[in-house]
């Protein structure tokens, strides 16, 4: 039995790199960025991974990685106890970028001098390049970036040559003269430096050599291709939650084993509206996959009945969420995996993977506990890719954009956006009331800009007027953030008239409810979900 996700089944971190040996590797050194440098990176078509920032040279070059990129971080580099990496990894003759932090930390490791700036400078500041090569080729002699730095270099040893400035930072980019290492003092990796892509492009491409060969149809391909040799005539059981991750998870396997797969969709009563038949259709019209149902919303109810503690309604729904799974799969005879949709930023923050940073492990976990419990072997196809990438590769392998593009869905699904007790009439007047919500976000075409939105039911009651009757009924909250890794979040800044007519809509259509309010609260210190 296996049951350390680093050990699992298909774990790609090698499928991945062997698709073309090209491979950027990031030094994390505690940067909010870190994952999004990876992100961009992949979208030059290069393959690249997060490591840790204190791993052995040996160990990076045994990696054979085309290039490195040494990330920012929060810490000052003159700081006892500041991350560093191996100060071998300069001696490796490989092309390193040091972005920011990452960037100090070379200049320092090279003669340079990081000091702490007169002013703390955060937010656009203009560049002026003075030499439009090599990592800046092509770019104008003033372009916009983004910085974020209370600290930054203040003299570079003779052997490195200034490419850019801003006014108030004289090394904003360098190079060494004679080593590959070049630094950044800003992040090209964020939108707000509009010609950040040209320079990670450059950078890959003129300096790492790289040739851009990673695909995620190539990805896709070599998967379903591995997947199939690795289970051979076995069986896989594959939980579906009307989520992307599950749901691409399965599309994968099915084109890989087919009939081998069995899908198990647990209705607990707290999905959203008509999210069942959705999945139904789409994994046995579509697909003709062996899909399970378990109708267990009686079951969910009652033991939800009189709870009001949001933890407590989590940890019921958790274990009976396995119980009902755990019932159905022993029905299905010979199935030897299990196969779940963790992707990877889940594997950097649960510090699974072998050289990720031991950072904060992941909470919400809809099926922990269950291949242990129930004997399986793990499958996790998507463990190398993100989000973004799990949406295209959904749409690569045919599922319907509306599937792909759904806004992410907690697993204790309603139950924590019904405060206070759940019922079945509150379900359904809160199911009403979200249908319009997304509904409207969609028919103003905002959907897939914000991250996401719903409403949530509220445990009180006030007085209105309907007619010319006094009402005293139930107010719903609007919910709607925007954000990129669902840790923090701004409240989505939706036209007012898009607010007027949800709240119309909800008042109007939904009985039961008199009073509509908009969520304005950011994450932190609200968290996205009201419980
Ligand atoms: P919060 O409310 O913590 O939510 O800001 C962050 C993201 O996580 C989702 N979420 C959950 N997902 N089980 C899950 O599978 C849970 O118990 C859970 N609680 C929150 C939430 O919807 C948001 O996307």
Known sequence: MTTSPSASLASNSSAASDLGQEKILVLDFGSQYAQLIARRVRELHVYCEII??????EAIAAKQPAGII????????????????????FELGLPILGICYGMQLACEALGGKVGHCESREYGRAALQVTSPEGLLSGLPGETEVWMSHGDQVNAVSEEFQALAATSTCPFAAVQHQSLPVFGLQFHPEV?????GSEILRNFLYNICECEGRWRLSDFAEQTIQRLREEIGDDRVICGLSG??????TAALLYKAIGPQLSCILVDNGLLRKDEQAAVISEFTDHFQADLHVVQAERLFLDSLSGITEPQEKRKRIGNLFIACFKQEATKISGAKYLAQGTLYPDVIESGAAPDGPAATIKLHHNVGGLPEQLGFELVEPLRDLFKDEVRKLGIELGLPEHLVWRHPFPGPGLAVRCLGEVTKEKLDVLREADHIVVSEIKEAGLYRETSQAFAVMLPVQSVGVMGDARTYENAVAVRSVNTDDFMTADWSHLPYDLLAKISNRIINEVRGVNRVCYDISSKPPATIEWE
């Open 52 to 57: 840790r920032h204190d791993l052995p040279a």
């Open 70 to 89: 040494l990330s920012g971080g929060p810490s000052s580099v003159y700081e006892d106890g500041a991350p560093k990496c191996d100060p071998k990894l």
């Open 191 to 195: 939108t707000h430096t509009p010609l």
């Open 243 to 248: 989520g992307v991750d599950s749901a691409v």
